[in-house]
């Protein structure tokens, strides 16, 4: 099967061998970074300098735990440091002030700008209602004296790239497509999302994996999934695709997911390709009532109205939560 996809898809193909799994696990990166890894440093049987690998993680995706370093570096030693994160823009109404913001650490719109000529060069890229991938490249304008209220110090955008290690021609998967028997296929698709097609016993449990993978390309597609702990749910929904939103539990607030009226901003759901919430029988929805009234018309409608704001989005969403494996199950009894 691996020279035939060599065959067919040449360059796209990455060899992922299980002798590396653990060294990427310890790196705690999501699946496409580990692939944009293999594919930028293992030759064709996926063999690669593990200390190279390492070296450019260091240094462009950094630990959260890394942050204070890293202002460190901007503030104090007037470095331009890049990092390969998840980043997201806003426009100030008020004041017209561009900001971003860094949610892997913890990084908000108060404390950054970007700057009227750099906007200008990077702002097709970064026109997005939701997160985008890149390689930012930060700097620092430090705080002004004589400015009138006086100008606070903030961290500032002086580059962007885009995290677009491929492109995608659809009309050439479908034409690729043709050479592969759909038993074939299948097994392509669980090995792209790491796992392995010899595991399952039936092609129904094959279709029934790859069901979970429908709001990835599909529309407002909603789906519930409970399974024991452990069994693969945040993974799927987490790493596999950077245009998704895992939600980490917690409170899931009415302004938090549809639209934020004091800050005049349309939540996570307008953005993503769906938005999953994790652990969600934990899950604190704030006013019930209101969260059940605007999430039902938006599940059904793909529109909602939150505080006058008329939204819509295309973003599924998933409710994940665990279940005792005895209760598995118990609609199959009789």
Request: net charge negative; aromatic share 12%; proline share 4%.
């Amino acid at each position: 099967m691996t020279d035939k996809l060599r065959d067919y898809f040449d360059e796209m193909v990455v060899y992922k061998d299980l002798k590396n799994n653990n060294f990427f696990s310890s790196l705690g990166l999501p699946a496409f970074l580990r692939d944009y890894l293999l594919k930028m440093f293992s030759d064709d049987f996926g063999n690669f300098d593990v200390d190279e690998v390492s070296a450019f993680v260091k240094k462009f995706i950094p630990k959260k735990e890394d942050w204070m370093s890293i202002k460190n570096k901007i503030i104090y030693e007037n470095e331009n440091v890049q990092i390969l994160t998840k980043i997201s823009v806003d426009i100030n109404i008020k004041t017209g002030e561009i900001s971003f913001a860094i949610p892997d650490f913890g990084v908000t719109e108060k404390e950054t700008l970007i700057e009227p000529a750099i906007w200008d060069v990077y702002k097709e890229d970064l026109i997005n209602t939701g997160e985008t991938w890149g390689i930012i490249r930060l700097g620092y304008r430090p705080p002004g004296d004589t400015a009138k209220p006086k100008i606070s110090g903030k961290i500032k955008l002086t580059g962007f790239k885009n995290f677009r290690p491929y492109t995608v021609d659809v009309e050439y998967f479908k034409e690729m497509r043709s050479n592969f028997r759909t038993e074939e296929w299948i097994d392509i698709l669980l090995g792209a999302i790491d796992y392995n097609a010899d595991g399952y016993e039936t092609e129904l449990q094959k279709l029934t994996m790859l069901t979970r993978l429908l709001p990835f390309v599909e529309k407002r597609i909603n789906l519930i999934e409970l399974a024991p702990k452990g069994t693969g749910k945040s993974y799927v929904f987490g790493h596999v695709s950077k245009n998704g939103l895992l939600t980490d539990g917690g409170k899931v607030t009415r302004s938090k997911m549809f639209y934020d009226a004091n800050r005049r901003k349309p939540g996570y759901i307008c953005g993503p390709d769906y938005v999953a919430i994790d652990e969600v029988k934990l899950v604190n929805f704030g006013d019930e009532n209101e969260m059940r009234s605007i999430l039902q018309g938006y599940l059904e409608y793909g529109t909602f109205n939150s505080n006058g704001y008329n939204g819509e989005s295309d973003a599924g969403v998933v409710f994940l939560g665990n279940i005792k494996e005895e209760n598995m199950d118990e609609y199959n009894r009789n």
